[in-house]
């Protein structure tokens, strides 16, 4: 049976677009043979696979690996992908995943040697490619903090280009309160300010990044409020050595994190 549009599980499957259905049922959408690839390596994550009748065959072994997990895989028409995909050109293959937050606790009870922590960072495709930054880094958790964007919104997680399913994915309501947890396990925490006093060059030659570190990220049209940057071990800024007026939120954060790997290395 090929699914149409109007297929009852279709039909479900779309409401994820929204992120009060997101939140209701603990679910949401990957799209794309990157992101379900990841998201299968994950166990328990798939609850369901769509693909066009192209997609399935052309990405088998993703089909395949669905069935060895007993998540049904689902042939569907061009036009329900259409409907269930928010990309242009979708790729043909949709899943729907299980959110896979953690407390953050737990994830800082694992011993994480570098942290990101995206406060309040509204732009879903700015969050999904520091997520993805971090993960390349080796930060082994990013914190979605106070106003951040939803981690499940479809361009945070295409993004994301799978880094999504390899972290430790913290939702926490009070960005002050992951400071605070930070520094009880351990972790020295910087934030990452254009108008810091400390150097990034400066602190790595005095071998302060070498130490487990959490990183603040603040959104890229107001950066970190002055009250969460104040809480900080310090307010460090990228030097800039050319004419440019700063760097834009992605390029600061991977400039920060790669650091931090490099120094812990």
Same mark, same amino acid.
């Given at each position: 049976m090929t699914f149409t549009p109007r297929t009852p599980r279709v039909v479900?499957?779309?409401?994820?677009?929204?992120?009060? +259905?997101?939140?209701?049922?603990?679910?949401?959408?990957a799209e794309g043979p990157q992101a379900?690839?990841?998201?299968?390596?994950?166990?328990?994550?798939?609850?369901?696979?769509?693909?066009?009748?192209?997609?399935l065959d052309r990405y088998a072994d993703l089909a395949a690996a669905?069935?060895?997990? =007993?998540?049904?895989?689902?042939?569907?028409?061009?036009?329900?992908?259409?409907?269930?995909?928010?990309?242009?050109?979708?790729q043909g293959l949709v899943a729907v995943c299980e959110h896979v937050d953690v407390p953050l606790e737990t994830a800082?009870?694992?011993?994480?040697?570098?942290?990101?922590?995206?406060?309040?960072?509204? =732009?879903?495709?700015?969050?999904? @490619?520091?997520?993805?930054?971090? +993960?390349?880094?080796?930060?082994?958790?990013?914190?979605f903090a106070g106003e951040a964007v939803d981690p499940y919104n479809g361009?945070?997680?295409?993004?994301?280009?799978?880094s999504l399913f390899h972290v430790d994915v913290v939702r926490e309501?009070?960005?002050?309160?992951?400071?605070v947890a930070a520094r009880s396990a351990g972790l020295t925490v910087f934030?990452?300010?254009?108008?810091?006093?400390?150097?990034? +060059?400066?602190?790595? +030659?005095?071998?302060?990044?070498? @130490?487990? @570190?959490?990183?603040?990220?603040?959104?890229e049209a107001h950066g970190l409020p002055a009250e969460l940057v104040e809480t900080a071990d310090a307010r460090v800024r990228v030097p800039l050595h050319g004419r440019a007026e700063s760097l834009n939120l992605a390029a600061a954060a991977a400039v920060c994190l790669y650091?931090?790997?490099r120094a812990q290395r």
């Open positions: 479900a499957a779309r409401r994820l677009h929204r992120r009060r +259905d997101r939140e209701a049922t603990g679910r949401f959408l379900v690839r990841e998201a299968l390596a994950r166990p328990r994550t798939v609850r369901e696979l769509f693909g066009t009748p192209a997609a669905a069935a060895r997990d =007993d998540v049904p895989v689902s042939e569907v028409t061009e036009e329900a992908l259409a409907a269930l995909a928010e990309t242009v050109a979708p800082l009870a694992r011993g994480p040697r570098l942290v990101a922590v995206l406060a309040g960072i509204r =732009d879903p495709g700015n969050a999904g @490619t520091v997520l993805r930054t971090a +993960d390349a880094a080796g930060a082994a958790v990013v914190v361009k945070c997680v295409r993004s994301s280009a799978g309501r009070d960005p002050a309160e992951v400071v934030a990452a300010t254009g108008h810091g006093a400390d150097d990034l +060059d400066d602190l790595a +030659d005095a071998g302060r990044l070498a @130490t487990p @570190t959490a990183w603040l990220f603040g959104s650091a931090s790997a």
